[in-house]
C-alpha cells in the first residue's frame, strides 16, 4: 500500500527532525541506522554494538533504547559466573529499571543437556540468581525482578555438541511490564 | 520153611533199591559244572619268600653300592673344599704377612723419627747439665768442707757402736744354745709320727689291692655281658634293614596312588571349570558343595548338594556343571581297588573366586 | 546271634569305611544360563501375542539368562513325550520351556506351561494359566515371572509398570510434554497426563499406588501427587523458587524434596498428613536428588558443596554426613537397590556422562555404559536390571542394563524424545 509507506515516511522524517534538534549528532545518526532497519519493534536477539554512549538514558523515548539490548546472557559450563560481554546491556537494563519502578522482568534459567535434570534445574536457577543479584547491585528493587529456572528443558537448540550446548546454558530477560 | 513169607519183604527191597538208583542216576549223568566267575577286583599272585629275600639283599647291595659311591663323592667334596680352605687360609697369612710387614716398617720409620727427635733433645739435655755441672762443681767445693768436719763426729759415734754390738752379740750365743735343745726333742717326736703313719699306709694299701681285685672281676662280667648284648643288636639290626626295604617298597606304591589320586582331583576339577556358568547372583563369598558318586566307568550315578549357598541359582549352576561333563572317562583308566575306595564319592565345594562383587 | 549281629555290622562298617575325595572348584565362565523358550502350540486359536517370544526376551533382558534363537530350533515340541532331552543338552541349553495354548470358557484362553531342566531330565514346574486375549502379554510376564523365581530364588519383576516422560517439539521453543506409563518392556503406553510445560522427575510410591512428579503446568514449578487408580491428584505446598525432586519414604507417609525458598537448593521432608517441612541440609551449595534408603532411617543427596556433584548420605536421627562418591569428578542422581548395597549413580569421566554402580560394601565402583549422554538411572524392584535415558541418533531413548553389566538392550523408540524413566515397586 504506497500510501501508507508514505505516510510512515512522513512520520518518521518529522520525528528525525524533532529528535534531531535535541540529541547529539552520533545518536541522531544510530537511530537512522536502527530504524531504516527492520518493521517490527524489538528483536530480543540484536548483539549490541558495544557502544554504550547511545543509551545514556536521556532519551525519553527509553522503550526503543531497551529494545536494542541483549536480552540472553551466556554462560560457561557448569558455570553461573556473569560473563564480561554480558555486562553492559546488563548495566543499562538495570539503569533502565531503577528509573521506571513500574517496570518488572522475569528471569528465566537454562542448562545444557549435560548432566542430571535436576541438579541441572538448580543451575538454571544460580545463574538466574546471578543475573539478578547484578542487577540489584546496579539499582534494581527485588520486586521488579522474577526468577524461574527451566533446567535443561527448554533448550532453543536441539542437539549435542559444545556448538549446541553453548547456546543452551543461558539466562532469558523477558519484560513482563515495561 | 518158611521161604514164602521171606519173598514179599525181599521184592519190596528191591523195589525200594531200584528206585532210589533210578532216583540217583539223573543226577549222577546231568551234573553240570557251574562256572566259576572270579570276582574281578581280585588278582592275587603268589610270591615267593625266598626269592624276595635274596632280591632284598641285591637291593640292599644296590644300595651301599649307591651310598659308597655317594660317600667318595662326598669325600671327595670335602678334600676340595679343605683345599680350598687351605688355599683361602694361604692367602689370608700371606696378606696378614704383608700387612704385618708393611706396619713393622711404618713402625720403623715412626722410630727413626722418634730418635732424631730423641738425640735433639738429649743434646739439649746435655747442654743445659754441662751448665749444672759446673755450678755444681761449685756447690761442692762447699760441700767437701762441711763433711771433713762431720766425718770427724761420725767416727766418734762409731766407736761407741762398736762396742755396744759386742755385749749383744754375746747374748745371741746364748739364745741359740737353747733353741737348738728344742729343735733336737721336736725331732724325735716326728720321727715316732712318721712311723705310725707308714704302718697305717700298708694296711690301706692291703686293702685297696683287695678291692681292685674285686673290681677286675666285675668288669669281666660286664664286659662279657656287653659282647652278648652287641651281638643281639646287631641281629636286631640286620632284621630292622630288611623291614625298612620292605617299607620302602609299600611308601613307593603309595606314593604312586597318592599321584594317581592327585591327578584325578586337578581332572575333575578341570572339567567341572570348563562346564560352570557362575550366576549372576553370584556373590563373592558364596561357597555350595556337592556329593558325587562315580561309577567305575567314570559315568555318574548320583550329584547332590550336600552343602547349600543360600542361593537356588548358584547352587542349580553347581549341580549344571557336575552333570554336563556326563563321564569322568578316566576314571575308567584307573586301578579298580584304588578307584573304589578313594575316587568313588568325590566332594566338590564350588567357591568362585574373582567374582566383581 | 548277637555275636552274629556285631559282627556283620563291623564288616560293613570296614566295606563303607572309604574316604571321600574333596575338590575346590573356584574358576568358570561368567555368562547368562542358556534357556530354549519353545515357540507354544496354539490349536485353533489366532492369537495377537506370541507369548513364548514375550517369555525369551523378558528372561534375556534380566541379564540372567540367554534365550535360545528360535531359528537354531531342530524342532518345536508341546508335550514331554515330544521333547528329546538329549537334542536340546546337545544344543547347549541348560533349561527349556514348552507350552500350549487352547481355548477355554467364556471366551477365554488357557496356557498351559511347562518348564524342564535339560540336564536332569526332570520337570521343574509347570502350571495352567488363564487370560482373556486382550491381556496375553501379562499372562507371558507371569509365566516369566515363574521360570524365573524357579531357577534364580528371586522373585521376577516382569509383572511391573515404567513410567517416563515424553518431549516432542511442535515448533522451536513450542513442545508437548507427557507424562506416559508402560509395561517393563515398554509395550502398551498409555498417558496419564500432557501439557505445554515440562513435566520431570516421576517418582512411585513404594506400594505402587501413587506417582508424585514436578510439573510447570502453573507456569512455576510445583509437586503434584496423583492417584494411579483414580486419576485424582494433590498438589503439594508450593514456595518460591524451586520446587522439585519429590521422593517417597519407604513408609509412604513423607516426601523428600527440594526448595530453593531459603536462598539456596535445599533438601527438605514434608509429611503428607500434616504439612509439616522439615529442613535437612544447611549448606549455601546446591543439594538436591534425595533419595530414601530401604529402611527409611537415612537420605541419599546430590551435593556439590565440594565443588563438583557427589553423593552424600545423612543418617536422620543423628544427623551425621557422610559422603559416598570419591571417584571422578562428578556423580549424581543415586538410586539404592532394594537391599541397599549398591548405589547406582549418572558418573562422568573424560569421555562423557555414563551409568555406573557403586558396591557399597566394598566401594568398587564399575561403570556399565559406554554412552556419553546417559542420566536417570532407575533400578527394577528385585535389583536385576538398571533402565536409564540415554541418546541414540540424536534422540532421547531409553535403555537398560543388567546390574553386572553383562547384558544390554534399547527400548522400542517413543514418541519424541524419551527420558525420566521410574520403574515401579512390585505390584499386585
Known amino acids: 500500500m504506497r500510501a501508507s509507506n508514505a505516510v510512515k515516511a512522513l512520520t518518521l522524517a518529522v520525528s528525525v527532525a524533532w529528535i534531531a534538534g535535541c540529541s547529539s549528532p552520533s545518536t541522531l545518526s544510530e537511530d537512522d541506522s536502527s530504524m531504516g532497519g527492520s518493521a517490527t519493534g524489538s528483536s530480543s536477539n540484536t548483539y549490541g554494538t558495544g557502544d554504550a554512549s547511545g543509551v545514556s538514558g536521556m532519551g525519553t523515548d527509553g522503550n526503543l533504547d531497551v529494545a ?111 | 520153611m518158611r521161604i514164602r513169607s521171606y519173598i514179599l519183604p525181599v521184592v519190596l527191597a528191591l523195589l525200594v533199591h531200584i528206585c532210589v538208583v533210578l532216583l540217583l542216576v539223573p543226577h549222577w549223568f546231568q551234573q553240570k559244572q557251574d562256572p566259576r566267575q572270579t570276582p574281578r577286583h581280585i588278582q592275587a599272585t603268589m610270591i615267593d619268600l625266598k626269592s624276595l629275600a635274596t632280591e632284598v639283599a641285591n637291593q640292599q647291595q644296590i644300595a651301599e653300592a649307591k651310598e659308597e659311591a655317594a660317600q667318595k663323592q662326598a669325600e671327595q667334596a670335602r678334600q676340595a673344599a679343605e683345599l680350598e ?108 709320727a712318721q712311723k705310725a703313719a707308714e704302718a697305717e699306709k700298708l694296711k690301706a694299701a692291703e686293702a685297696a689291692k683287695k678291692k681292685a681285685e674285686a673290681d677286675k672281676q666285675r668288669k669281666a662280667e660286664e664286659a662279657k655281658r656287653k659282647e652278648a648284648e652287641r651281638v643281639a643288636a646287631e641281629k636286631a639290626a640286620a632284621e630292622a634293614k630288611q623291614k625298612a626295604e620292605l617299607e620302602k617298597r609299600r611308601q613307593a606304591a603309595l606314593e604312586k596312588n597318592k599321584q594317581t589320586v592327585a591327578d584325578f582331583s586337578s581332572y575333575v576339577v578341570s572339567e567341572i571349570s570348563r562346564r560352570w556358568i557362575r550366576p549372576a547372583t553370584a556373590r563373592n563369598g558364596m561357597q555350595a558343595t556337592a556329593l558325587v558318586v562315580l561309577f567305575p566307568s567314570g559315568e555318574i550315578d548320583s550329584v547332590e548338594i550336600v552343602q547349600s549357598s543360600g542361593d537356588l541359582g548358584f547352587d542349580r549352576s553347581a549341580e549344571n556343571a557336575v552333570y554336563k561333563v556326563g563321564r569322568f572317562s578316566r576314571a575308567s583308566e584307573i586301578d579298580p581297588v584304588l578307584f573304589d575306595r578313594n575316587l568313588r564319592r568325590i566332594k566338590v565345594i564350588f567357591r568362585p573366586e574373582g567374582l566383581r562383587y | 546271634m548277637k555275636k552274629w549281629f556285631i559282627s556283620a555290622f563291623l564288616m560293613m562298617m570296614a566295606v563303607t569305611a572309604r574316604a571321600d575325595l574333596v575338590v575346590e ?35 534375556g533382558r534380566s541379564g540372567f539368562f540367554k534365550p535360545m534363537n528360535r531359528s537354531n530350533m531342530l524342532g518345536t515340541p508341546s508335550t514331554e513325550e515330544q521333547v528329546f532331552f538329549r537334542d536340546w543338552r546337545v544344543s547347549g541349553n541348560d533349561y527349556m520351556v514348552i507350552g500350549r495354548v487352547a481355548p477355554a470358557a467364556n471366551g477365554q484362553v488357557q496356557a498351559s506351561v511347562e518348564l524342564y531342566d535339560v540336564l536332569k531330565e526332570r520337570k521343574v514346574w509347570s502350571e495352567t494359566v488363564t487370560g482373556n486375549s486382550n491381556n496375553l502379554r501379562d499372562v507371558a510376564h507371569y509365566i516369566s515371572d515363574q521360570v524365573f523365581e524357579k531357577l534364580t530364588g528371586l522373585k521376577g519383576a516382569f509383572s511391573t509398570r515404567i513410567v517416563y516422560v515424553t518431549a516432542k517439539m511442535n515448533t522451536p521453543g513450542n513442545f508437548t510434554y507427557k507424562l506416559q506409563m508402560a509395561d517393563s518392556d515398554g509395550a502398551r503406553p498409555r498417558t496419564i497426563l500432557q501439557s505445554k510445560e515440562p513435566i520431570l522427575s516421576p517418582a512411585w510410591s513404594q506400594d505402587g499406588s501413587k506417582l508424585a512428579y514436578v510439573s510447570f503446568e502453573s507456569s512455576r514449578p510445583a509437586i503434584y501427587v496423583q492417584e494411579l487408580a483414580t486419576g485424582q491428584r494433590q498438589k503439594v505446598q508450593t514456595f518460591r523458587g524451586l520446587n522439585g525432586s519429590p521422593a517417597w519414604s519407604p513408609d509412604g507417609s513423607r516426601l523428600a524434596l527440594v526448595l530453593s525458598k531459603d536462598g539456596n537448593p535445599e533438601v527438605y521432608i514434608l509429611t503428607l498428613a500434616t504439612g509439616q517441612l522439615d529442613r535437612v541440609t544447611h549448606h549455601y551449595g546446591i543439594d538436591t536428588e534425595p533419595t530414601w534408603a530401604p529402611d527409611g532411617q537415612s537420605i541419599l543427596f546430590t551435593s556439590d558443596r565440594a565443588g563438583l556433584p557427589q553423593i552424600y548420605s545423612l543418617n536422620l536421627p543423628t544427623r551425621e554426613l557422610k559422603r559416598l562418591t570419591y571417584e571422578g569428578k562428578y556423580n549424581s542422581r543415586g538410586r539404592l537397590t532394594q537391599d541397599g548395597r549398591f548405589l547406582t549413580m549418572v558418573h562422568q569421566d573424560g569421555s562423557g556422562f555414563h551409568i555406573a554402580v557403586q558396591d557399597l560394601k566394598t566401594n568398587r565402583l564399575d561403570i556399565l555404559t559406554s554412552s556419553s549422554l546417559d542420566e536417570s538411572p532407575t533400578i527394577a524392584p528385585n535389583g536385576s536390571i538398571i533402565m536409564y535415558a540415554t541418546k541414540k541418533g540424536g534422540k532421547g531413548v531409553l535403555a537398560g542394563v543388567s546390574l553386572d553389566g553383562r547384558v544390554r538392550f534399547t527400548m522400542p523408540n517413543g514418541d519424541g524424545d524419551v527420558r525420566e524413566p521410574a520403574w515401579s515397586p512390585y505390584l499386585q
Do not use: C
Open chain 2, 85 to 192: 680352605k687351605q688355599e683361602q687360609a694361604e692367602q689370608a697369612r700371606q696378606a696378614q704377612e704383608a700387612e704385618r710387614k708393611q706396619q713393622a716398617e711404618a713402625q720403623a720409620q715412626k722410630k727413626k723419627l722418634e730418635e732424631q727427635k730423641r738425640q735433639e733433645a738429649q743434646k739439649k739435655l746435655e747442654e743445659q747439665k754441662a751448665k749444672e755441672a759446673q755450678q755444681k762443681k761449685e756447690a761442692e767445693q762447699k760441700k767437701a768442707e762441711q763433711e771433713k768436719a762431720k766425718a770427724k763426729e761420725l767416727e766418734d759415734a762409731r766407736i761407741k757402736k762398736e762396742k755396744a754390738d759386742a755385749a749383744a752379740a754375746e747374748a745371741e750365743k746364748k739364745q741359740l744354745a737353747e733353741e737348738a735343745k728344742k729343735k733336737a726333742a721336736e725331732k724325735q717326736k716326728q720321727e715316732a
Open chain 3, 25 to 59: 572348584v573356584t574358576q568358570g565362565v561368567d555368562a547368562p544360563t542358556p534357556i530354549a523358550v519353545v515357540p507354544f502350540q496354539a490349536t485353533g486359536l489366532a492369537l495377537n501375542e506370541d507369548i513364548a517370544q514375550i517369555v525369551s526376551d523378558d528372561l
Open chain 1, 68 to 178: 536494542n539490548l541483549k536480552t540472553v546472557f551466556y554462560f560457561d559450563f557448569d558455570d553461573s559466573t556473569v560473563r564480561a560481554d554480558s555486562v553492559a546491556d546488563l548495566e543499562a537494563h538495570a539503569q533502565y529499571l531503577a528509573s521506571h519502578p513500574s517496570a518488572s522482568i522475569r528471569l528465566e534459567g537454562h542448562a545444557d543437556e549435560r548432566g542430571t535434570r535436576e541438579y541441572n534445574m538448580a543451575l538454571g536457577e544460580r545463574r538466574a540468581k546471578a543475573i539478578e543479584r547484578f542487577l540489584a547491585v546496579n539499582g534494581v528493587s527485588g520486586a521488579q525482578v522474577e526468577t524461574i529456572s527451566y533446567g535443561e528443558e527448554k533448550p532453543v537448540v536441539l542437539g549435542s555438541g559444545d556448538g549446541s550446548w553453548s547456546q543452551n546454558r543461558r539466562v532469558e530477560l523477558k519484560y513482563v511490564s515495561r
